[in-house]
């Protein structure tokens, strides 16, 4: 079992900045992507930044240019620089890990945007 515990959400206004963090504990050996997923009301949950085995990286094109995924392998963390920050990316982001085939997530943390 992989357990992730997120960190770093908040309110802030339209332009601002937040950075979320994720720290991952438990079976980490063999993880082989972390990154970040939200969902907003009434949305389903997308993709926002992934970084895979590699350090191949992916963004949503809604958050290019804007966000920012790094790792930490020697703290287990994965963290999202979040720049200008738009009210459309208020929601309920996600830390996820995936280790060989499991999927892990987070409890969430929210961000709320305001304009």
């Known amino acids: 079992q992989v357990q992730l515990v997120e960190s770093g959400g908040g309110l802030v206004q339209s332009g601002g900045s937040l950075r979320l963090s994720c720290v991952a504990s438990?079976?980490?050996?063999?993880?082989?992507?972390m990154g970040w997923y939200r969902q907003a009301p009434g949305k389903q949950r997308e993709l926002v930044a992934i970084v895979t085995s590699g350090s191949s990286t992916n963004y949503a094109d809604s958050v290019k240019g804007r966000f920012a995924i790094s790792t930490d392998n020697a703290k287990n963390t994965v963290s999202l620089q979040m720049n200008s920050l738009k009210p459309e990316d208020t929601a309920v982001y996600y830390c996820?890990?995936?280790?060989?085939?499991?999927?892990?997530w987070g409890k969430g943390t929210l961000v709320t945007v305001s304009s």
């Open positions: 996820y890990a995936r280790r060989v085939l499991m999927h892990y």
């Open positions: 438990g079976s980490i050996t063999s993880i082989n992507a």
